[in-house]
């Protein structure tokens, strides 16, 4: 009889953008793998219905999907197809989200609902009318930093690269599998706003390469 190996794990999943360094997903709540397969079949009415006499398979597609809750620069940047994060700082004469010139805090000045200034490397809003003075961040409305990392959606129409997923098994042996390239793309919805953690959910068919489709390495 052959070993048994009754398998439950999480694990790891590793991510390898064409020309770029490997890089861990994190956090990744499940990962699968759909086997598709068509056959052609050989019919023969000699005994007058038809019977299949030989078939063969003709097509075999292998599709991986995963999720995660890590929300990083990257994974987020890989979701909306965007560009490589640039680091940017807002700066005085600057529109802002909120749709308002930016300004440094003078505390000669007095400011008016709405107005939007820079101040100990944050951005803050007016909640209301405020008297000229020292700064009081207890008076502001907090709106973010003023450092953030900005990523253009669509700016890229593909995502390849290769794949490498090391099994963490609460039960059974450890089981890897690495595949050589897949053509990732996102799937589902991205929850803006709800009452549970948001979620990243990648697919993507794997393709053969000269090294092969994939392979599965099993501890012995």
Known sequence: MD????????????????????REIGDII?????????TAECLSRSNGAAEVVA?????????????TTNLSTANLSAYFYGS???DKTYAPGEIYRNGKTLALFDEEEAYDEGDTVIENGAIYEAPGSIAAGTFDADEWKRLGSASVKVTRANANNKIIGSLRIEGEPTDGKKISFIVYRISLAPSGAFSLMGDEYAQ??????IQRTDRG???LITEA
Request: glycine share 6%; aromatic share 14%; charged share 30%.
């Open 3 to 22: 070993e048994k190996n009754y398998y439950l794990a999480g694990g790891r999943l590793y991510f390898t953008l064409e020309e770029q360094a490997e």
């Open 55 to 67: 078939e063969s398979v003709r097509k075999r597609d292998y599709t991986l999907t995963f999720t």
């Open 200 to 205: 990243l959910v990648f697919s993507g068919k």
């Open 213 to 215: 489709v994939f392979d």
């Open 84 to 86: 490589t994060a640039a």
């Open 30 to 38: 499940d990962a699968t793998i759909a086997v598709e397969t068509e």
